[in-house]
């Protein structure tokens, strides 16, 4: 019941902020009262990415969910883009 309140906080409360940026989010995992979260879009990388995270998703997902202690975010790289720097390092990108 814990990970589907997440999921429908994110859906409803944060979500619809990201899209308006023309990105989006993802739960990577939630484990021990942790949750980790990517930002996907044009939100991935962002240099506001961080602050982000603490005003609105955690801000949002604590105050909903009380057995969450904490939002992390993952700036992990996705394999298409690690597929395209190959690419482009490699001068093979025609």
């Given amino acids: 019941m814990e990970f589907e309140l997440i999921e429908k906080v994110i859906e409803e409360k944060v979500r619809p902020a990201l899209l308006d940026h023309n990105g989006d989010i ?3 995992s939630y484990k021990n009262g ?23 998703v955690k801000k949002e997902v604590m105050e909903a969910c009380k057995e969450v202690k904490d939002v992390v975010l993952v700036q992990d790289i996705s394999e298409e883009t690690l597929d395209l720097a190959k690419q482009i390092l490699n001068h093979s990108l025609k």
């Fill in 34 to 56: 942790i949750l980790s979260v990517s930002f996907m879009g044009n939100c991935m990388g962002c240099p506001s990415a961080m602050l982000t995270v603490e005003e609105i």
């Fill in 26 to 28: 993802k739960i990577s």
